[in-house]
């Protein structure tokens, strides 16, 4: 199957309609279609925060020549689209699965690279001169019922003994007095770590900083396959044929099984939607107290991950959506602006002026995926929804071992480990529903 929801999702001339779109800069670079035939040392499909962070480094810390394809602009899929939580994340295993599984030693490893990522997308942007509309303050995760309190509590605990990282527990009060007050909610657990940023600049900044260290960027020049030819590889696109000594795929939840089946049956793309709002005025913001612009998610399993943006506009996002057809767009919007306004119900009357959705990536194994598939091909993937950050070491770690100047052994174990299929995996959208329809349940009771 080539891709597993309705065609308008994976449709690069259609517009996107998000926030990022309407107020971010142009490239201010050229990105021609690939036409007749080239070569290069390595390809990169897919030009979002991994693909062009691995191209970045293989050029000016390895002194590769490089060629990124893109199937529809930079920053066209999940780079372009989410909500700018550049925060701790990339995985959905609990701690306890992923210290069985792995241990203790490189579970801390997982955690550290997180941190670390976080890092360096600041650095990348403070280096560069990206204005990414960087705003700090951390990440506070809201308990939706009294239960999930608790549960925040030990992953306090969880999360010191971990890496050492020392986080607050926040009481109602106390979230109200940071300017944090909504209804709905029981408390909440401060991250002291992470910043919010405007995506499609980052992603933006990056494809500029690429371009002019010497990587060639072909948009509009989407993969139909991959072949290998006299020891190289050959990238077929609609009006050209790249070839190449090494390949890095990194098309994350909009990777097609029939395009790319070294991947296929392995990845689970998922729907992620966001409404922003029209500027909020002072007074408003005042009204339901919410005056702050640090990132907060709930503990939905669905979650919801929400912030106020630097000129007054308020996000809201949410998990969730099986079809991708216009009809499941109208819906999930409804859906996301009614439990809005559950939340904050003095800006009920305040106006929807945007909404977007696209693709998270996830695997069986719910962890990312980075390292080799087979001799001279890689990829770097499969965020769970969180990989504004995660990226940027992935991007460099991927890049490092395809110089062959690191090897596998230098990545946690928790993300080299090859990509299980999953079972029958035309049932994919069955897995999804029913897992949807048991995390409703959890949600609504847990």
Request: aromatic share 8%; net charge positive; hydrophobic share 40%.
């Amino acid at each position: 199957m080539s891709s597993l929801y309705h065609p308008v999702l994976y449709d690069r001339d259609a517009p996107i309609g998000s926030y990022w779109e309407a107020s971010a800069p142009p490239l201010g670079r050229e990105t021609p279609a690939l036409e007749g035939a080239a070569s290069c040392e390595v390809a990169v499909i897919g030009a979002g925060y991994t693909g062009l962070t691995a191209a970045l480094s293989l050029v000016e810390e390895h002194g590769t020549a490089v060629t990124v394809l893109e199937a529809g602009t930079p920053g066209w899929g999940a780079s372009g689209r989410n909500g700018g939580f550049c925060c701790l994340g990339g995985a959905k295993l609990g701690y306890d699965v992923m210290r069985e599984r792995y241990g203790v030693e490189e579970m801390r490893r997982f955690f550290a690279v997180q941190m670390e990522a976080i890092e360096l997308v600041k650095e990348t942007c403070a280096r560069r001169g990206i204005e990414a509309d960087i705003t700090g303050g951390g990440e506070i995760l809201l308990a939706h019922r009294p239960g999930r309190a608790t549960a925040l509590r030990d992953d306090r605990r969880e999360m010191y003994e971990l890496v050492g990282l020392d986080c607050s527990f926040l009481d109602n009060d106390a979230l109200a007095e940071r300017g944090l007050a909504a209804a709905g909610f029981h408390g909440g657990l401060e991250l002291p770590l992470g910043v919010a940023l405007h995506p499609l600049k980052y992603l933006r900044g990056l494809a500029r900083a690429a371009i002019d260290a010497g990587v060639k960027l072909h948009g509009g020049s989407p993969v139909s396959a991959i072949e290998r030819a006299a020891g190289r590889f050959a990238l077929v696109t609609p009006a050209g044929r790249l070839t190449a000594r090494k390949v890095i795929i990194a098309t994350n939840g909009y990777t097609e099984d029939d395009r790319l089946p070294q991947l296929a049956g392995q990845l689970m793309p998922a729907q992620s939607s966001i409404i922003v709002t029209r500027p909020l005025s002072l007074a408003e913001r005042a009204a339901q107290g919410w005056t702050s612009p640090v990132m907060c998610a709930d503990t939905r399993r669905l979650l919801h991950y929400f912030r106020l943006l630097p000129d007054g506009r308020f996000l809201w996002g949410g998990r969730g959506g099986i079809s991708g057809s216009p009809a499941a767009a109208r819906r999930a919007q409804r859906h996301l602006r009614q439990s809005f306004e559950h939340h904050f119900p003095a800006w009920r009357h305040v106006e929807t002026e945007f909404f977007w959705r696209g693709l998270v990536c996830l695997t069986k194994p719910l962890v990312p995926f980075v390292g080799r598939l087979e001799e001279g091909l890689y990829a770097a993937l499969a965020y769970h929804g969180n990989g504004v950050s995660f990226t940027a070491w992935a991007g460099r770690a991927l890049a490092a071992q395809v110089a062959g100047v690191q090897g596998a052994e230098a990545l946690p174990a928790v993300v080299r480990r090859p990509l299980p299929r999953f079972p029958l995996p035309f049932l994919r959208k069955l897995y999804l529903t029913g897992a949807y329809a048991a995390y409703g349940v959890q949600d609504a009771t847990g």
